[in-house]
C-alpha cells in the first residue's frame, strides 16, 4: 500500500505561480513512477505530468508543456509540481498518483485524496 497525501493548493491571480507537493509513504519511493492528475466538476480526470523512478524522464500534457515541471525528492518521498503562468482553465482539484508502469502509461495503483487550486481572472 502507498499512502499519498497532497498539499500547496489555493487560490492565485492568473499568471501567478503555485508548487504542489505530495508525499508518499508505504513503499520504497523510489520504485515508484509518480505522476500527477487533475478534474474539474463532471469531467474525467486528466493527465498532467509524470515522472520515472530516478527522475530523469519526465512526460507532459500538451496543456502544461513549458508551464508546469514536475520534480521529485526521493529522499524526501515527495513529488512537486510547479505550475507557472497559471490560466483560469487550470482551475481543478489535482491528485498525485503513484505506480504506474512507465512514465507514458497513465494507469496508476494508488491516488491522493486531491488539492484544490483555483486561478482567478
Known amino acids: 500500500q502507498v499512502q499519498l497525501v497532497e498539499s500547496g493548493g489555493g487560490l492565485v491571480q492568473a499568471g501567478g505561480s503555485l508548487r504542489l507537493s505530495c508525499a508518499a509513504s508505504?513503499?520504497?519511493?523510489?520504485?515508484?513512477?509518480m505522476g500527477w492528475f487533475r478534474q474539474t466538476p463532471g469531467k474525467e480526470r486528466d493527465f498532467v505530468a509524470a515522472?520515472?523512478?530516478?527522475?530523469?524522464?519526465?512526460y507532459y500534457s500538451n496543456s502544461v508543456k513549458g508551464r508546469f515541471t514536475i520534480s521529485r525528492d526521493n529522499a524526501k518521498n515527495t513529488v512537486y509540481l510547479q505550475m507557472n503562468s497559471l490560466k483560469p482553465e487550470d482551475t481543478a482539484v489535482y491528485y498525485c498518483?503513484?505506480?504506474?508502469?512507465?512514465?507514458?502509461?497513465?494507469?496508476?495503483?494508488?491516488w491522493g485524496q486531491g488539492t484544490q487550486v483555483t486561478v482567478s481572472s
Open positions: 515522472i520515472s523512478r530516478s527522475g530523469s524522464t519526465t
Open positions: 508505504g513503499r520504497a519511493f523510489s520504485s515508484l513512477v
Open positions: 498518483a503513484a505506480d504506474s508502469q512507465s512514465v507514458t502509461v497513465l494507469q496508476y495503483a494508488y
